[in-house]
C-alpha cells in the first residue's frame, strides 16, 4: 500500500509510530479497566470474562472476530508472498518450487505450502501455545531489528543517517525489553526459539549468500578489528607472542600449488600468509585475482589466515625491497618471507640480489629447497641442526617445531664437531638448551664428527633445518650436497625460542 501513500517516507513512519501509541494507551487502558473489573486469579482463570463484563455480548464476539479476520487474512496474504520472496532470493529449501506464480502474479505454491502449515500447527496444540510460539517469534524480529539499529549507531558508518535522529538508548532499551518479555512470556521456549534461529543462521552461512543491501556484520567485525589494532599497537611487542606470519612471494600460482602444504603445516592452526605476486602489465591478463583465489581456497577453507597481494607493473627484484618496508609497517606484518630456492641459474641470481637487500630489515628468512626427486618425503624426521653459537637458532627452533606438531613428525636435533673431544661437551649444550626452550622429551640429540657435508648426504631426514650460512655460494653447495629437501633460516631478532 505504500504506493498510494502520498509521502511513503514520511508516512509509513508517522503511521507506524501512531498505531504503536494508540495501540499502547489501548491496551493500558483495557488493563486498567479489567483491573478494576475482576481480580487477578480471576482473571489468569477465565480468558473469556470479557463476555462476562461487557453490556451486549454479540457486539463484543463481532469485534473480537474483526480482529481474528483481520489477522487471519493479513498473514494468509502476507504470509506466501514472504516465503515466495525468500524463495527467489535462494534463502530456504526448494526456492524452484516456491517462486513459482501464476499468471495473475499469485504465489500459488507458497500459498499452499504456508496453509498446510498453519493448518498443521493448529492441529498440533492448544492455540494459548500457538499465540506464545508466534510471539516469540515476533518480539525475536523486534528485538533484532533493534540490535541491527544499535549496531549500525555505535559503530559510527556514515551510510547509517536516517531521518528520524533517536538517541541509542532507544534500540538498546528496545533490544532489552523484548528479551525480558520472551523470558516472561516462556522462558523454556525462549531458549527453543533462540535455537532454531541459530540453527537458521548456521544454515544460511553455509550458502554463502551475497546480501546486495548490505550486511551488518562487516561493520560489527571492522569495528572490533580497530578497536583490537589500536590497543595491540599501543603495547610493547615481546618474543613470547610470537606465531608464524609469512610472506611468500610467487611469480605463478602454480609455483604456490607447489608448496601450499608447506606453508600450511608451517602456519596452522593460527598463522598468516601473504600470497605475494609482482606482474608486468602486459601480463596482467594472464594473472587473474580468481585464479590466485583458488589456490588460497585449500588455506581459507581450513580457516587460516591468507591474504593475497597482487603489484601490477613492476620487476620483482627492484620492487620487493620497497614492498616489504611498506608491509612491515601496517598492522599484523609479516615477520617472515619465504623463499623458494630455483635451480635455474638466472633465478638464482636475482635470488642472491634479493636476499642481499633483506638481510639488513626486521623479518626472518627461510629459504626452502625441495628436493626434485624426494620433495618432503613421508614427513616423519627432521632433522634440526644446531650450529654451536648460531645467530639463527630461534627462528629455527621455532619453525621445527610447527612442523614436528603438524607432521607428526620425530625431531632430531643434530650437530658436528670437528674434534672427538668435543662431543661430550657438545651434548651437554644440546641437552641444556633443550630443557631452556622446552622442546619435546622425544626429541633425539645426534652428535656426530667428521665433515658436515659428508654427514648431510649420509644421515636421513624428510626435511632438514639449518642457519643461513654466511655466503650465497655455501647455500648451492649444500643443496647440491643434501638427499633431501633444506630449510636455510635466519632469524629477524624479534623471536625467542627461550620465551
Keep these: 500500500m505504500s504506493g498510494e501513500l502520498k509521502d511513503p517516507r514520511k508516512n509509513i513512519i508517522h503511521g507506524t509510530l501512531a498505531a504503536v501509541l494508540i495501540g499502547f494507551v489501548v491496551y493500558v487502558i483495557l488493563a486498567y479497566w479489567f483491573s478494576r473489573q475482576a481480580s487477578s486469579e480471576v482473571l489468569l482463570d477465565n480468558t473469556a470474562i470479557i463476555f462476562n463484563l461487557s453490556l451486549w455480548k454479540p457486539l463484543t464476539l463481532a469485534g473480537i472476530f474483526g480482529a481474528i479476520l483481520s489477522s487471519s487474512l493479513s498473514t494468509l496474504v502476507g504470509a506466501p508472498r514472504i516465503l515466495a520472496a525468500l524463495a527467489e532470493n535462494k534463502i530456504i529449501p526448494f526456492s524452484k518450487f516456491l517462486v513459482q506464480k501464476t499468471s495473475s502474479g499469485e504465489p500459488r505454491n507458497a500459498v499452499v505450502i504456508s496453509s498446510l502449515v498453519t493448518l498443521s500447527v493448529l492441529m498440533i496444540g492448544s492455540l494459548d501455545r500457538v499465540a506464545e510460539i508466534l510471539t516469540l517469534f515476533f518480539l525475536t524480529t523486534y528485538g533484532i531489528i533493534n540490535l541491527a539499529v544499535f549496531i549500525e549507531q555505535a559503530i559510527g558508518i556514515v551510510s547509517f543517517r536516517p531521518r528520524l535522529s533517536f538517541s541509542i538508548l532507544v534500540p538498546v532499551t528496545g533490544f532489552l525489553g523484548c528479551i525480558a518479555a520472551m523470558i516472561l512470556i516462556n522462558s523454556y521456549f525462549t531458549l527453543i526459539t533462540f535455537l532454531v534461529i541459530i540453527s537458521i543462521y548456521y544454515y544460511l552461512s553455509r550458502k554463502h549468500l551475497v546480501s546486495p543491501w548490505g550486511d ?9 578489528a580497530e578497536w583490537a589494532a589500536q590497543k595491540a599497537m599501543s603495547m610493547p611487542y615481546h618474543p613470547r607472542l610470537w606465531k608464524p606470519s609469512v610472506l611468500v612471494p610467487v611469480e605463478t600460482p602454480d609455483d604456490f600449488r607447489r608448496i601450499s602444504r608447506f606453508i600450511r603445516d608451517l602456519i596452522f592452526p593460527s598463522g598468516r600468509m601473504y600470497y605475494l605476486t609482482i606482474t608486468k602489465e602486459e601480463n596482467e591478463k594472464e594473472e587473474k585475482p580468481e585464479t590466485i583465489d583458488e589456490v588460497l581456497a585449500c588455506l581459507k577453507d581450513q580457516g587460516l589466515f591468507a591474504q593475497k597481494i597482487v603489484i601490477s607493473g ?14 612491515l609497517s601496517t598492522f599484523l606484518p609479516p615477520n617472515t618471507v619465504l623463499f623458494t630456492i630455483s635451480s635455474d641459474p638466472e633465478k638464482q641470481h636475482k635470488f642472491k640480489k634479493v636476499m642481499e637487500e633483506v638481510s639488513g630489515m626486521e623479518i626472518g628468512v627461510m629459504c626452502l629447497y625441495l628436493h626434485p626427486k624426494y620433495s618432503l618425503g613421508q614427513e616423519k624426521r627432521i632433522n634440526l641442526w644446531l650450529r654451536d653459537k648460531s645467530p639463527n637458532i630461534n627462528l629455527s627452533v621455532l619453525c621445527a617445531l610447527q612442523l614436528k606438531r603438524n607432521w607428526s613428525a620425530n625431531l632430531h636435533l ?80 624479534l623471536e625467542s625460542a627461550l620465551a
Design 216 to 224: 551488518v556484520r562487516g561493520g560489527v567485525f571492522t569495528a572490533l
Design 314 to 327: 613492476g620487476r620483482f627484484e627492484a620492487e620487493f625491497n620497497y614492498i616489504i618496508q611498506s608491509l
Design 414 to 493: 643434530m650437530r658436528v664437531v670437528d674434534d672427538p673431544v668435543k662431543v661430550k661437551q657438545a651434548q651437554a649444550d644440546i641437552k641444556r638448551f633443550k630443557e631452556l626452550a622446552r622442546l619435546p622429551n622425544s626429541a633425539e640429540e645426534n652428535i656426530t664428527t667428521g665433515n658436515f657435508y659428508e654427514i648431510l648426504n649420509e644421515i636421513p631426514g624428510d626435511l632438514s633445518i639449518l642457519g643461513m650460512p654466511e655466503s650465497y655460494e655455501q647455500v648451492l653447495k649444500i643443496i647440491e650436497t643434501a638427499n633431501h629437501s633444506i630449510v636455510f633460516i635466519k632469524d629477524s631478532g
